[in-house]
């Protein structure tokens, strides 16, 4: 079966994802890749979106990582799985390292990783101090969402817990120094992707 590329990108809030998802998108356009965005991408994940970050509504932490989860499920039955099958490239601007670093690192909750959710074939955490993340995001006019409004303790932790996931699979997950101009992280991602796309052709 022909197995596509599946390409993800993680960080704290506002250190960039969504700028080099699109930088990326652009970059391989002829290839027409499948981007999506978490929690999202289909009906289900949109309605959870709304549930898990704009409610207001009180939610238990493992109510919310199972959450976050059903929306990625039925984004991988959906979107991703019959892509990567079809052997197109696939950008996602957050995946399940997301989940193990907000929800595992940041509330606490056990998260395991699902058997049935495949491991990116690479994945970009763009790093970049909280703070530094925030200051964009407002500089940007974005509005903080439910998670976004958790304490800078709560970021901290989700930032740690990201270094942690890439020390502990160096193999899988590129660690790039957000604080650095668009076009240079840009310039990195594309001199890991280039080869792994001229390898699928
Ligand atoms: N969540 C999500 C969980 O808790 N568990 C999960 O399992 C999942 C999937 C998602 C929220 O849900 C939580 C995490 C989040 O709190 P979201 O709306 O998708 O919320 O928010 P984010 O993913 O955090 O996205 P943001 O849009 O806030 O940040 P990005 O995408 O990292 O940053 P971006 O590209 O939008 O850039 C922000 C600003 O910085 C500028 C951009 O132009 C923009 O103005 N910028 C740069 N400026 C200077 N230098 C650079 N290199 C720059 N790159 C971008």
């Known amino acids: 079966m022909a197995r596509g590329l599946f390409i993800t990108f993680e960080g704290t809030e506002g250190s960039g994802k969504t700028t080099q998802v699109e930088l990326l998108g ?39 990582m199972y959450l976050f989860m059903a929306a990625r499920r039925q984004l991988l039955h959906e979107l991703i799985t019959p892509a990567l099958a079809l052997g197109r490239i696939v950008i996602a601007d957050r995946y399940h390292d997301s989940t193990l670093a907000y929800q595992g690192g940041g509330r606490g909750v056990p998260v395991s990783w699902p058997a049935t959710f495949p491991r990116p074939d690479m994945t970009f955490l763009l790093s970049l101090p909280v703070h530094k993340g925030r200051e964009r995001q407002l500089s940007a006019g974005k509005s903080a969402d439910r998670v976004e409004r958790e304490s800078i303790e709560f970021h901290n932790r989700v930032a740690a817990e990201y270094e942690r996931l890439a020390g502990a699979e160096p193999e899988r997950i590129t660690r790039l120094d957000a604080s650095e101009p668009r076009e240079a992280v840009h310039h990195k991602v594309m001199s890991r992707v280039k080869p792994a796309v001229d390898a699928l052709s």
Request: no cysteine.
């Open 26 to 64: 652009q970059k391989l356009s002829s290839r027409q890749p499948l981007m999506v965005r978490e929690p999202g991408g289909t009906e289900l994940g949109e309605r959870l979106r709304e549930v898990v970050l704009n409610s207001g509504m009180e939610l238990d932490g493992e109510a919310e």
